[in-house]
């Protein structure tokens, strides 16, 4: 099957300032922030113009190398940082990116810090884009078998560099077989299923069905998915995953249903420097965000909330993970380290 010929881009860099799809916008509207700094650029973040792990650490990267370019200082380095940092804990794409900067502007002298925190942040763009089609075709053989595909949140071009993780996968299948398609959960409270992957898998002409969240354990039991595949925040040196809230429901799902469960990201994603899924910490937003959408109230104005972003899946739940460079399957200490290993000399 021929899939969807204009490209979708989220994030657009033109040498000098970084364009960013205002992701809080879609499906109404299609509109264009332009960033310029670390401080704009974590504001985007932090309110999800710009969302999805890999995307949030290509942002991060430019944001640090503008703010570097506005003022070239280690100053600046070490306060744009910061900044960037603080904005969102949970994926851990944006601490690797930032850290990616930061080390090429410190191994700079002061004339280059800039110009080599520029070079540095478009090739972490530049290798993000080619991680997203290698784990696509990967993931494509790993799943060859499947035609209807359960996902969740948004893992697309809106997410990742190139055409996605999870949702690549799931482009590439269906450009590998007829009668591919996806069942795509909504993702509460802030909808990028709906808003996001729908409005991606309709540009690119892939069937698919909405599904609310609660829906997916029954669909599953029933026999209605091949398989569940999603994208991943950060995956701890044991293999466990953390990523959209509601993840694990579905694993736990996938498990007593038979279905593989598999997780598809780059090894940006991975954090070798955290044991366990214990010690990922999950990002705690704001009530509002339960309590109503889009200016409408859906429940008592003051009614306590719990707003975790994220949730942890158990290695033990995870069929496989594929990434650009290979597939570890089972998912465990020895077959995550084998992924990020330097290859011998
Ligand atoms: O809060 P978001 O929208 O940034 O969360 C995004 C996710 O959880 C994705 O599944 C994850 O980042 C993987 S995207 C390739």
Not at 127 to 155: F, I, K, M, Q
Request: glycine residues 10%.
């Amino acid at each position: 099957m021929a899939i969807g010929a204009s490209p979708i881009q989220a994030v657009r860099w033109d040498g000098r300032r970084l364009a960013v799809l205002d992701q809080t916008l879609l499906p109404a509207q299609e509109a264009w922030l332009s960033l310029a700094g670390a401080r704009d650029t974590a504001d985007a973040i932090v309110r999800l113009a710009v969302r999805g792990a890999p995307n949030i650490g290509i942002a991060a990267a430019y944001g640090l190398a503008m703010e570097l370019a506005a003022r070239p200082s280690l100053g600046a380095l070490e306060e744009g940082s910061e900044i960037l940092l603080a904005s969102r804990p949970t994926a851990v794409n944006l601490a690797w990116a930032v850290e990616r900067v930061r080390t090429a502007a410190l191994g700079a002298g002061p004339s280059t810090l800039a110009s080599a925190a520029r070079a540095e942040a478009q090739r972490i763009h530049a290798s993000e884009d080619a991680a997203s089609a290698a784990l696509a075709a990967g993931g494509a053989a790993v799943l060859d078998g499947a035609r209807t595909l359960l996902t969740h949140c948004n893992t697309g071009a809106l997410a990742t560099g190139g055409r996605g993780s999870a949702l690549a996968v799931c482009i590439a299948l269906a450009e590998r077989h007829e009668g591919v398609k996806v069942l795509a959960c909504e993702t509460r409270p802030l909808l990028q299923g709906a808003r996001l992957t729908a409005w991606e898998l309709q540009r690119l002409g892939i069937p698919f069905a909405l599904i609310v969240d609660g829906a997916a354990a029954g669909l599953l039991r029933g026999g209605e998915a091949d398989a569940v595949v999603v994208g991943c925040d950060r995956v701890a040196a044991n293999g466990d995953v953390a990523n959209k809230v509601g993840t694990y429901a579905h694993a736990l799902a996938a498990r007593a249903a038979g279905v593989p469960f598999v997780v598809a990201g780059p090894t940006s994603t991975i954090d070798l420097a955290t044991p366990t899924g214990d010690a990922i910490e999950i990002e705690e937003r704001d009530a509002a965000e339960v309590l109503g959408f889009g200016g409408v109230l859906v429940a008592p104005a003051d009614t306590p909330v719990r707003n975790p972003a994220f949730d942890v899946t158990p290695a033990g739940y995870v069929t496989a993970l594929v990434t650009e460079r290979g597939v570890a399957q089972p998912v465990d200490g020895a077959s995550v380290a084998a992924l990020v290993a330097e290859p011998a000399a």
